[in-house]
């Protein structure tokens, strides 16, 4: 029987969560095999991450396994019903594709916020690129890991669960509202919540204006970025500029 559901474009197609998962999943395992080994040494995780997880340990659905199984059980549902709707095998030229795009954002993010900054803040010189914590105690290999993890779980908690939670959650109660008004309310509440996560325990940064508003710029960026490209590749900007000035700038 012929397929005659129409193929998908390249920027139809690499939004989708079949394409987002197959770019993360490997970053997923990498940090998840990679944490145990920092934490060795070092007892930390990526405060996404951390929250997630005791969020879900305090429902009752935390371990190890537990969380594997209902993450693959929640994120494979998404899928089969892609598949299902648009079927089409992969292509594997998108996930390159993809990958470049998320290069090219990575270099760009610190540039494009820093402007964005200095117009917020007038008469502020360009701001340094800012990381997502400090980690001038661990060594390259453990600060690589925890970029993955600042990827992986902030994206996830800040742009799936939280901004888009939040869009579903004002259209249902203020269906009068303008179609601009819970986009922007969503955006900002999400991007103020990620600027400020950075400054909460024991490896958070004191805080400064300079820094907090750089990262709330950031997040609406992310936010712009995550509504356009999709989960995987706002995953991969995100993971890949913080290694960037973890390797270049330091932490």
Same mark, same amino acid.
């Given at each position: ?5 129409? /193929? ?22 990498? %940090?998840?095999? #990679? ?11 990526? #405060? ?24 693959? /059980? ?14 089409? /095998? ?15 954002? $990575? ?24 990381? /997502?914590?400090?980690?001038?105690? +661990?060594?390259? #290999? ?26 579903? $959650?004002?259209?249902?109660? +203020? ?7 819970? %986009? ?6 999400? $991007? ?6 950075? %400054?909460?325990?024991? %490896? ?7 820094? +907090? ?16 490209? #999709? ?21």
């Amino acid at each position: 029987m012929t397929d005659l559901r129409p /193929a998908r474009t390249y920027w139809e197609a690499s939004r989708s969560w079949t394409y987002s998962l197959i770019l993360v999943v490997p970053l997923l395992i990498i %940090y998840e095999a #990679g944490i145990l080994a920092v934490q060795l040494q070092h007892p930390v995780r990526n #405060g996404a991450d951390a929250l997630i997880k005791a969020l879900l340990q305090v429902a009752g659905v935390w371990s190890a396994v537990g969380f594997g199984v209902l993450l693959a /059980a929640a994120l494979g549902a998404r899928v089969w019903v892609e598949r299902k709707r648009h079927g089409g /095998a992969v292509r594997r030229e998108y996930l390159l594709f993809m990958a470049g795009e998320s290069v090219l954002y $990575a270099l760009l993010l610190a540039p494009v916020v820093g402007r964005l900054t200095q117009a917020v803040l007038p008469g502020l010189s360009a701001p340094a690129p800012i990381a /997502a914590s400090p980690g001038g105690e +661990f060594g390259l #290999g453990a600060m690589i890991i925890l970029s993955l993890g600042a990827g992986i779980y902030e994206e996830l908690l800040f742009r799936v669960l939280l901004m888009s939670g939040l869009l579903l $959650a004002l259209k249902e109660i +203020f269906p009068r509202w303008p179609k601009w008004a819970p %986009y922007t309310v969503a955006a900002t509440a999400a $991007a103020l919540l990620f600027s400020a996560f950075h %400054y909460i325990g024991e %490896y958070g940064d004191p805080f400064s204006i300079v820094s +907090f508003t750089f990262r709330f710029v950031a997040g609406l960026v992310l936010n712009a970025l995550y509504a356009a490209r #999709g989960y995987g590749i706002a995953v991969w900007t995100h993971a890949l500029y913080d290694i960037f000035l973890a390797v270049t700038v330091g932490w």
